[in-house]
């Protein structure tokens, strides 16, 4: 149930150019994403393997990154707008990173591993977080974040010290509902805070997704327009829920083994777009 977030292979396609050390892969129009470096196969080895390992032009001493709003490409200039998947992963000198406000996304696993990263400003312009981005980034203890910010993906910033240091019960990230870490108490009735925008997959989700037989009942604000994937997924004291009218968006499995549901209320005039299988 968790495939679709389960391990991501590195592209098995070189970056589309280099510049100043950083490789870039187009995009949309005059887009492009800052991306991973690539080594071509061995005869022996598969192409998504030597992806992963170490090459004289990889990130692997990199200690400062200053990722620009712009670059310049055979006199074409184009505008950074992502952080492509495991960008940065494993780099584990790295300590500082300026990311501009011309980012608006940041691919699963980007910056993984990243262990002496320490603390890191995510300016306005940014959107999504994608799956794992900054998972056992073990000494990342201060995260700013923007308002702007509309999902994050699962377990995106599992194993970091910042996630250590919430207590447990509801945790946010900016306007986004990330995770209730810690036991769910017997005949919890749980409130999400207005303006909240969005629910991140697998929020309600024990972290060795056990059974859960304490939450009874949520209550949604019509701020929220995403109830991510397997948000509630085995939550089976969960006997009735309303989705407001807010809703855009419920992704697949979040619905999952609810066995005890039995009411679900639609306040939208449009019903939500469904993506996959919900209940």
């Known amino acids: 149930l968790m495939a679709s977030v389960a391990s991501f292979a590195y592209d098995e396609m070189p970056p589309d150019f280099k510049v100043d ?3 870039y892969n187009f995009l949309e129009g005059d887009n492009v ?27 692997a001493n990199l200690t400062e990154l200053t990722i ?35 980012i608006k996304s940041i691919g699963i696993r980007a910056f993984s591993w990243c262990s002496a990263l320490t603390s890191i400003v995510l300016k ?33 910033f599992y194993n970091t010290q910042w996630y250590k240091n919430q207590p447990n019960g509801g945790v946010y990230v ?3 509902f990330y995770k209730y870490k810690g ?18 997959p697998y929020a309600f989700v024990k972290e060795n997704y056990h059974e859960d037989y304490s939450l009874v009942s949520v209550s949604i604000p019509n701020s929220v327009k995403v109830i ?9 004291a969960l006997t009735s829920i309303v989705i407001p009218a807010g809703v855009t968006t419920i992704e697949t499995l979040a619905f ?11 306040e939208a005039v449009n019903p939500p777009a469904l993506s996959g299988s919900v209940f």
């Open 174 to 176: 900016g306007n986004v």
């Open 183 to 200: 036991d769910i108490p017997q005949n919890t009735s749980f409130v999400i805070k207005e303006g909240t925008v969005s629910i991140s």
């Open 256 to 266: 999952d083994y609810c066995k005890a549901l039995k009411s679900v209320t639609c």
């Open 228 to 236: 991510g994937e397997g948000v509630f997924y085995r939550c089976r």
């Open 68 to 102: 620009p709003s712009t670059v310049t490409y055979e006199g074409n200039v184009y505008h950074v707008t992502r952080i492509g998947h495991h960008a940065f992963d494993q780099c584990e000198n790295l300590t500082s990173v300026d990311i501009p406000n011309s």
């Open 21 to 23: 050390g950083l490789y």
């Open 33 to 59: 994403e800052v991306t991973h470096p690539y080594r071509p196969a061995l005869p022996t080895e598969s192409a998504s393997n030597a992806a992963t390992q170490d090459s004289p032009d990889d990130y």
């Open 124 to 156: 306005g312009g940014l959107e999504n977080i994608e799956s794992y981005a900054f998972e056992y980034c073990l000494g990342l203890e201060n995260i700013s974040l923007p308002n702007s910010l509309m999902t994050i993906g699962q377990n995106a």
